[in-house]
């Protein structure tokens, strides 16, 4: 499509608009239907990190336990040019209710490698066991002993996906109200 002789591109691809074609037609029908108990919830989790266990992590990719500021997480450490003292703080994805830094390892892992970063995967609160601001409340807490533990707030960044990319944003919103120094 041209407009005063500039040209301008669909935002989705026709690959794109078949997916969103089957997903109206197939896929939100059936979500439509489905009740959210507590069975189910639990039920997606077991799934989601089941399913994700299939993909490869590197074997030159350092992963250990963390608990920051009492939240659980874990560090990933993707080569030998990650610099120490930079970190990526980072929320997983999973409309609140599913998902893990376990079921996010092959975005985490990546994340380390391309900044050359430390990267702190949290293991937020989620439902049906915790309610907001439970995971707001994590976020913070994190950051929070991040800085206690000596990093710098301009070497450290906050990266979500879906549900993480939120609380990335309410996290910053959040240490802004709270007079934090904000992150990078």
Same mark, same amino acid.
């Given at each position: 499509?041209?407009?005063?002789?500039?040209? $301008?591109?669909?935002?989705?691809?026709?690959?794109?608009?078949?997916?969103?074609?089957?997903i109206k037609g197939?896929?939100?029908? #059936?979500?439509?239907?489905?009740?959210? +108990?507590?069975?189910?919830?639990?039920?997606? @989790?077991?799934?989601?990190?089941? #399913?994700?266990?299939?993909?490869?992590?590197?074997?030159? #990719?350092?992963?250990?336990?963390?608990?920051?500021?009492?939240?659980?997480? *874990?560090?990933?450490?993707a080569g030998r040019? #990650?610099?120490?003292?930079?970190?990526v703080l980072y929320?997983?994805?999973? &409309? $609140?209710?599913?998902?893990?830094?376990?079921?996010?390892?092959?975005? +985490?892992?990546?994340?380390?490698? *391309?900044?050359?970063?430390?990267?702190?995967?949290?293991? $937020?609160? @989620?439902?049906?066991?915790? &309610?907001?601001? &439970?995971?707001?409340?994590?976020?913070?807490?994190? $950051?929070?002993?991040?800085?206690?533990?000596?990093?710098?707030? *301009?070497?450290?960044?906050?990266?979500?996906?879906? &549900?993480?990319?939120?609380?990335?944003?309410? +996290?910053?919103?959040?240490?802004? *109200?709270?007079?934090?120094?904000?992150?990078?």
């Amino acid at each position: 499509m041209a407009v005063n002789n500039k040209k $301008y591109y669909p935002a989705l691809s026709w690959q794109g608009k078949m997916i969103n074609r089957a997903i109206k037609g197939a896929v939100k029908p #059936v979500i439509s239907r489905i009740r959210f +108990t507590r069975r189910f919830m639990k039920f997606s @989790q077991l799934g989601f990190d089941t #399913v994700t266990l299939a993909l490869p992590v590197p074997s030159s #990719v350092h992963i250990a336990r963390a608990h920051m500021g009492g939240v659980p997480g *874990e560090w990933l450490i993707a080569g030998r040019n #990650v610099r120490s003292n930079r970190v990526v703080l980072y929320f997983h994805g999973g &409309a $609140y209710f599913f998902g893990s830094p376990r079921s996010h390892r092959a975005v +985490t892992w990546r994340l380390s490698r *391309e900044c050359r970063a430390k990267v702190l995967a949290l293991d $937020y609160r @989620q439902p049906p066991d915790w &309610a907001y601001p &439970a995971p707001l409340e994590d976020a913070v807490r994190a $950051y929070k002993a991040l800085l206690d533990t000596g990093y710098r707030p *301009e070497h450290i960044v906050l990266a979500g996906d879906s &549900a993480g990319g939120n609380l990335s944003l309410v +996290t910053l919103l959040r240490l802004r *109200e709270l007079n934090l120094p904000l992150p990078a």
